[in-house]
């Protein structure tokens, strides 16, 4: 299409011309259809599942847009519209074109499209109209969107297991994961990196997983025998496109982890040991062949083929010095022992049994060295003392737990005994109480009896049971309180002690009140003889203080004296000269004088206060003081023996008897030496 332009010359025969511009304009025609340069026929574009609405943009960012041409030259003949109403519903609701540009627009988030295909492709097909064709003859393109999905990586085996053997390096390659979208990509994406993480199972951080290249290496030493956890590991590993850091285990597919069985080979390392236990135990004439003695334990963590994998036998049995009447031999004693690991090692229990009957003449103790060597014959002994224990050593406790509790709780009634007691506490045996004649009468069903003995530590001697006893008594709720918290209550000491029964207060705490009470009793016996004989004092001192007040008065006469006492002192004899004193009476009726007329020493200290208390310390009394009246008076006497009325003393100037003279003579007025022989018993 376009204008030509020309110019017509004419020209004569004799060489005239003339000229004409001439103009042809040739007008177009549709006779071209539109033509697609973009995309081309059948091919992919790369989009991304997480579009969201909006301009629709391939995978490198750039828009999606088709492209066509048209031949003609007219605009009205070349300008062409898109549409997409060829293509599916589906498509057509997501997906929207430009009728102009060709551009297209997503209408909804790409990740809820309904109609993907199991490539995760969307077929779309594009109409170019120039306006001059039939519907059938419009020109039109079909291309795919390819959805690039972000796929986890994925494992083809979600178990995998391993055997690694202890004490040896590990450098294991683990399996790989696969990523579906690194099979299929847009031209020029590089692949996705795959990174791999331990996310559980790694116990004390024992391996390390490399992130990129999936080896599996330890960080510390394996050892299988660390315990039952160092045994095995269950590692769960993960697949992840992010490389930054460890993803959490929720945010994983089930198809990206793996979960990797380690099991520890084992290799025979380990020296089979004798676990912590008593090392001693006792023997009585009441024990009888078979009966348990000592329980130990020996331990060997090594896995072995079958359930002999420890050798276990005594390999000396030696008297000990000082013993006597014990027998020798390998065979007075023997072993029963049993894996309680099963065959697989572990633990084993060992019985000590006693193999002869005791005699009552027998003492001292035994030493016996057990061995333990496993199939390597690696080995190890440990040496125990069985202890000749005479009855009086003895010592049983009952306890209402049962058999099993007791035994299991063995090394811990050891430790409490010996934080109360002063001296080391060995049990000899351990059984279920089915003794009935035992002082609790209640049901002993379930409980335990605890056979056992005291031994001083420093001299390695039996306690008595007695000793113990007294011990016992004294930190009894110490003890109780100790057992209360392993879980152990005490029942019974041999059949003495119940504290189900009656009060719990021991019996040191009761001698102590009863002590107390009796010597309470005794004070306040002394208080009230110290009151009396203080009291007695008093009145002697205030009768000596009266008398001297009135002789000051120079008063003589004994009834003014009398009634001074009276007075002063109550409860004075006041019939003191009415034959209060019988010695007064017998002089009265042998010398015939006049009632009115007394002797001065006829009051009776035990009749009352004596007007002549302290005659006795006066010089002419101190040859007489606290002399029998029977055996030695009359040997102090200078003159020969007389009777009664021979020591009657002469009336003085006003009719009264005096003592002013000396005992015995005339002359000096005369007294009774009777009162002053002996003065307790006046």
Known sequence: ???????????????????????????????????????????????????????????????????????????????????????????????????????????????????????????????????????????????????????????????????????????????????????????????????????????????????????????????????????????????TNNCAEAPDVEDVDETGKQNLAITIKDENDNIPSFQNGSRSAGLSIDDKTDDRLLSLTVKDVDECGNSECLNISITSINVGIGSQGLPEGMDTFKLETKALGGILGGIYSIEVLLNFV?????????????????????????????????????????????????????????????????????????????????????????NTIVRSHFVNSTTNQPILMWDAWVEFDRNLKQLLKDLATIEVSLRQFGTNFNPNNGSDVPIGTIILIISTVLFGLMFGFLLTAYCIRTNNLERKVKAMETVAEVETKDSKNDKIILTALQENVPGSNEFADEGANPIWQVAMESNDYDDEFKFDDNESVSSGDSILIGVEEQTDFTNYKDIDVDMDLYSKVSRPYKTLDSYQAPPNEDGLFTMSGGIGGVSGGGGNPLYDSDEDQA
């Open 1 to 239: 299409m376009g204008n030509f332009f020309y110019t017509v010359q004419i020209t004569d025969e004799v060489g005239m011309s003339n000229s004409m511009e001439c103009a042809i304009k040739v007008k177009d025609t549709n006779d071209n259809k539109p033509q697609f340069t973009y995309p081309h026929e059948g091919n992919f574009i790369w989009i991304k599942e997480s579009a969201e609405p909006g301009a629709l943009v391939d995978w490198f960012g750039d828009n999606v847009v088709v492209k066509a041409t048209d031949a003609d030259a007219d605009p009205a003949y070349n300008t062409i519209t898109y549409d997409i109403d060829l293509s599916e519903e589906d498509v057509k609701a997501w997906f929207s074109i430009n009728s102009v540009d060709g551009s297209f627009s997503l209408q909804n988030t790409l990740a809820s499209f309904p109609a993907f295909t199991n490539d995760n492709e969307i077929q779309v097909q594009v109409q170019a109209n120039d306006g001059g064709q039939d519907n059938n003859e419009i020109p039109s393109l079909s291309f795919v969107l390819k959805v690039e999905k972000d796929f986890p990586p994925e494992y083809d085996n979600i178990f995998r297991p391993i055997i690694i053997t202890e004490n040896h390096s590990v450098r294991e390659s683990l399996q790989n994961a696969t990523d579906r979208n690194n099979e299929e990509h847009p031209d020029g994406r590089p692949d996705q990196s795959i990174c791999y993480f331990i996310l559980d199972g790694n116990t004390n951080d024992t391996f390390e997983l490399d992130v990129h290249t999936n080896i599996l290496t330890n960080r510390t030493q394996i050892d299988r025998d660390c315990g039952t956890t160092c045994q095995s590991y269950t590692l769960l590993i993960a697949a």
């Open 358 to 446: 005791p005699s009552g003449e027998m003492k001292g103790f035994f030493s016996i060295e057990i061995t333990a060597s496993d199939q390597d014959d690696q080995k190890s002994s440990t040496e125990i003392e069985i202890v000749m224990i005479a009855l009086e050593n003895v010592c049983e406790f009952s306890f209402s737990n049962s058999l099993s509790v007791i035994e299991s709780k063995q090394e811990e009634l050891i430790s409490v005994f010996n934080g109360v007691f002063p001296y080391a506490f060995v049990i000899d045996r351990i059984s279920a109480d089915t003794n009935p004649t035992r002082a609790v009468k209640e049901d002993v069903s379930g």
